[in-house]
C-alpha cells in the first residue's frame, strides 16, 4: 500500500503480470517521439454520486472496458491535463506547478457539470506513477515524462443530464520533441472559415470537444505545408485567440510583449502564465490586449514585430518564423527564434530542470 502524501485516499497498488522487458523499453526509449509510446502503468479513481471519490489505485496499464451506452460516449463528458516531469541536474525527477494543472482541471470540471478531485489527490496521482514508472524517463537531450490525467462520465445512460459515475485516470507517455521536424521556427496557417471557440462556451476548458473541432482546421493547415493553424475570434474574425493546443506572444521593437487577453475563449496556458512571470521580472512590460491579423501582418512587415513566438506544455517554447492565409504570408523577422525567444526559452527549460534557481517554488521533487 502507498499512501498519498495529503490525501485522505490510500492508492492500492496492483502487480503487473507482464511489464515491458527492460531491452524493448529502451529501444522505444531511444526515440520515443510525442504521444505514442506509453509506460507499465495508470492510475484509476472511481468517482459516485453520494459516495464520492474511492478506490483510488495504481496498476497495469490496459484497455477499458466500457458499456455501449457510456455517456462519455454520447455526451462528450471529459476533461484533461497535459503536464510533465523532468529529470533534474542531480539526477532526481520533479513535476512543474503540478497545483496549477490541478487546479486548472476543476475549473474545467465546473464547465462541464463533472465532481471536483480534490487538489492533493491530483497532485499525489502524479507523483505516485512517476515514481512507479521512472524507468520509462528517456535519456535523450530534451527528454520528459509527459503525463496525461483525466476525466470522463463512465456511468451507463441515454439522457442529456450530468452523469453520476466517473473515472479519474493518468497514464504517462515519454517524450521526445513535439514538432517532428526539429524545425528552428514553425509556420503558421491562418483559418478563416473555422474557430476554436466563442464566448460563453467551452474556449476556457480544456476538454476534448475543444480539440475534435480544431482537427479540420488542422488538417488543412498540415496540406498546405504548415506545422499549426491559428484560430480567430468568433464574433469579428479578425483577432488572433491562439493556435491549436498553444497561447502566443508578439514581441515589438519598444521592448513591450503583446498576448491575447484570457476571458473564455482561450485557454489560459500554465506556460503562458510562467512566461508572463519570467518576462516580468526581466524588466519587460507585458500587454495583455487584442492583437488582430492586419496588425501582425503590418507590423511584421515595417518591422515593428521583432519575434513571435508560441507556448505550451508539450512544445514548451517555439518560434513562429512564417503566417500565411487566404491573403497570402509574410516572415517574421529573419523566420527563425528571435533572442527574446531563446532567452525566455531557456531561462523556463532550465527552471523546469533545475540548473536555474527557481525562486518561484514552481518545481515539485518526486523524491
Not at 513535439?178 to 528552428?184: L, R, V
Not at 531557456?346 to 525562486?359: A, M, N
Request: aromatic share 8%; glycine share 10%.
Amino acid at each position: 500500500m502507498a499512501t498519498a502524501a495529503d490525501s485522505k485516499l490510500t492508492f492500492t497498488r496492483l502487480p503487473h503480470p507482464a511489464p515491458v522487458p527492460e531491452d524493448a523499453r529502451e529501444q522505444a526509449l531511444a526515440d520515443p517521439g510525442f504521444g505514442t509510446v506509453f509506460s507499465d502503468h495508470m492510475v484509476v479513481i472511481d468517482w459516485d454520486e453520494g459516495t464520492g471519490w474511492h478506490d483510488a489505485r495504481i496498476g497495469p496499464r490496459e484497455p477499458l472496458a466500457l458499456d455501449p451506452a457510456t455517456a462519455v460516449l454520447h455526451y462528450a463528458q471529459e476533461i484533461f491535463e497535459g503536464l510533465k516531469a523532468y529529470r533534474l541536474a542531480d539526477g532526481s525527477m520533479a513535476l512543474f506547478r503540478p497545483e496549477e494543472n490541478a487546479r486548472r482541471f476543476n475549473q474545467s470540471a465546473r464547465r462541464l457539470a463533472m465532481p471536483e478531485l480534490p487538489e492533493e489527490t491530483f497532485i499525489a496521482a502524479c507523483l505516485e506513477l512517476v515514481k512507479t514508472d521512472r524507468d520509462w524517463f528517456p535519456s535523450l537531450a530534451g527528454g520528459s515524462l509527459y503525463l496525461r490525467p483525466f476525466m470522463f462520465a463512465s456511468e451507463p445512460f441515454l439522457g442529456v443530464r450530468p452523469a453520476k459515475q466517473y473515472k479519474f485516470l493518468v497514464i504517462a507517455s515519454p517524450a521526445g520533441n513535439y514538432f517532428k521536424s526539429g524545425a528552428p521556427a514553425v509556420s503558421i496557417w491562418v483559418s478563416s472559415d473555422y474557430t476554436r471557440a466563442a464566448p460563453g462556451g467551452t474556449g476556457a476548458a480544456k476538454c476534448g470537444g475543444n480539440y475534435a473541432a480544431s482537427l479540420v482546421p488542422q488538417a488543412e493547415a498540415i496540406e498546405r505545408g504548415h506545422d499549426q493553424v491559428v484560430f480567430l475570434d468568433a464574433a469579428e474574425h479578425k483577432w488572433i485567440e491562439e493556435l491549436g493546443g498553444m497561447n502566443l506572444f508578439f514581441v515589438m521593437d519598444d521592448g513591450t510583449i503583446i498576448t491575447p487577453p484570457l476571458g473564455g475563449t482561450i485557454l489560459p496556458g500554465i506556460t503562458r502564465n510562467s512566461l508572463i512571470t519570467l518576462a516580468r521580472e526581466e524588466g519587460l512590460t507585458i500587454r495583455e490586449e487584442r492583437y488582430s491579423i492586419d496588425q501582425w501582418r503590418d507590423d511584421a512587415a515595417s518591422g515593428r514585430l521583432l519575434e513571435t513566438f508560441a507556448c505550451g506544455t508539450a512544445a514548451v517554447v517555439t518560434a513562429v518564423g512564417r503566417v500565411a492565409s487566404r491573403d497570402g504570408e509574410f516572415t517574421i523577422g529573419s523566420g527563425g527564434p528571435g533572442q527574446l525567444t531563446t532567452k525566455l526559452r531557456e531561462k523556463l527549460v532550465g527552471i523546469q530542470r533545475g540548473t536555474v534557481e527557481d525562486t518561484h517554488g514552481w518545481v515539485q521533487r518526486v523524491d
